[in-house]
């Protein structure tokens, strides 16, 4: 419901939507192309994508993440013990959580065409982490492309994109390996697979190799400067009004 509510809340034509849909599913395969820990490294073309089976309204084959199993670990410890561990270790700037309120999809305000818990997580987030300006502060993002009109949103939620703008901005590029705000840079959900309980940490992963700049030369992103170096995590469950959203935030620098 959410893709068909955006195009009319915003005035996207049905061809327009299709095709920014088809783009992210695109663009995701060929990051996941490019990471040998993928579940699926192959690209597919957006014509193929356009193109499949539909599932669920316009939603088709290639709009809907696929589920894997896997796991993942990572080592935490105290900031000022960082360096007994690494020369280049990676801070915490942020952890926020949000949940919603339990009304699930019967409070009749609400239009689809945003998520009220990530939102709120986002402004969360950036206020822990001291970000006052998400696209300029932060280099990449790792969220959670359950499916492609999801990652659609969250560009918005997340204040990456004004609102109603996200789609064209998708269109353009911005979102792409090496386009101005590079988002699932290793495949995301979509391609590198839904592990579940791992997704959080592989997101992470992701995030620790594009910031020390130790991503496979295919796939490492040009964004990241000295004024430029914070990383973002997003993950979801359930849906709007009964979500429950988390935001972490990373960068290279102390305090």
């Not at 327009?16 to 996941?32: F, P, S, T, V």
């Not at 280099?139 to 204040?159: G, I, K, N, Q, R």
Request: aromatic fraction near 8%; include cysteine; charged fraction near 20%.
């Amino acid at each position: 419901m959410v893709a068909p509510a955006y195009g009319e809340k915003y005035n996207v034509d049905p061809d327009d939507m299709r095709q920014a849909l088809a783009h992210i599913a695109e663009k995701n395969h060929y990051n996941g192309a490019r990471n040998p820990l993928a579940q699926f490294q192959k690209e597919v073309s957006a014509e193929a994508i356009r193109s499949s089976p539909r599932i669920a309204g316009d939603l088709g084959v290639f709009d809907c993440a696929g589920v894997a199993d896997g796991a993942s670990a990572v080592i935490i410890c105290r900031a000022e013990d960082a360096h007994k561990y690494t020369d280049k270790p990676l801070y915490v700037k942020a952890l926020s959580f949000v949940a919603g309120n339990g009304s699930g999809l019967t409070d009749p305000e609400y239009d689809y065409t945003t998520f009220p818990e990530i939102a709120a997580c986002a402004i969360d987030a950036y206020e822990q982490a001291g970000v006052t300006n998400p696209s300029a502060e932060i280099a990449m993002a790792e969220v959670h492309d359950c499916f492609t009109v999801t990652e659609v949103v969250l560009m918005e939620d997340l204040l990456f994109s004004e609102r109603g703008t996200s789609w064209q901005e998708v269109l353009e590029g911005r979102f792409d390996l090496h386009g101005d705000m590079p988002v699932n840079c290793d495949g995301g959900l979509k391609s590198f697979g839904h592990p579940v309980g791992a997704s959080g940490l592989r997101m992470i992963y992701e995030a620790w190799l594009q910031l020390r700049g130790e991503a496979p030369e295919a796939r490492q992103i040009s964004t990241i400067t000295d004024d430029r170096n914070l990383a973002l995590t997003h993950n979801l469950g359930g849906y709007p009004g009964e979500m429950v959203s988390f935001i972490a935030i990373f960068g290279p620098e102390l305090g």
